[in-house]
């Protein structure tokens, strides 16, 4: 039998995607080595503690928490044994929000009682660049160095490329301008490491909440520009909502406090005469539109 539990813990832990159990309170039992390479968080660090403590803090698109709530799979699944797929997007150990599909089954008793749940995750990411692309990039300076998307280069090549594509086929496109709210203030709170850090952080959380077709760059300091493919205005402010709520749901742990911060966003979408300086100083004015209309919020015209 050890031998065998031997057997099953050595497959699980080479599998690719995280796998976890609970048991009927929701407490841990187990935490694989995919389960930590995709969350950054050790064995030894989840093992005990309930998934309801909120570890992973899994929330949808529009940011609505789930372990705290009825909305957890997990405990949907203890509760009505029954096995479901679901997406979220849960907390990495670095802070960013990572995209996940989720299935939950039951683990039954011989006499078919309910006694745990496994969760089997994987990453829902859309677009992650390759190491060889990020060398590529690197290597004709279009890659942002710190927050690893593409610098203000390449975010201007992407827009006369959309712009001309859609002036000889019609394609719509939209961008979004996104300024990091009071980023000073965690500079001079935390110093400039700290700060650096939230960059990647939120870098990263934009970038894993996209389509794949879709790009963020480094505009500059705490400034991105998304560009967004085959959109109406309606359908940019949904993205636009999407970022927002990812964003403000990034943290990172700092000796015990919790550093988040929000983003201000101004979105507009690109109509015939427009260039990149027009279309960028358009979505520029709306984002200072919802700074003062109270910050972490999409103003989209």
Known sequence: MQLEDGFYKALLDNLYDGVYFVDADRCITYWNRGAERLTGYSSEEVFGRHCRENILEHVDERGNRLCETSLCPAAK???DGIAREEEAYLH???GHRLPVAIRVAPIKDPGGNVIGAVEVFSDNTPRVLSKQTIEELQRIALLDPLTEVGNRRFAEMNLKFRLAEQERYGWSFGVLFIDIDRFKEVNDKYGHQTGDEVLRMTARSLSHSLRSFDVVSRWGGEEFLAVIVNVDRGKLMGVGDKLC???????????????SVTVSIGGTVAVPGDDPSSLVRRADELMYESKRAGRNRVTVG
Do not use: Y
């Open 77 to 79: 699944t203890l509760a």
């Open 245 to 259: 709520a990812m964003v403000e749901h990034s943290s990172l742990d700092l000796n015990g406090e919790r550093v």
């Open 92 to 94: 990495h150990r670095e």
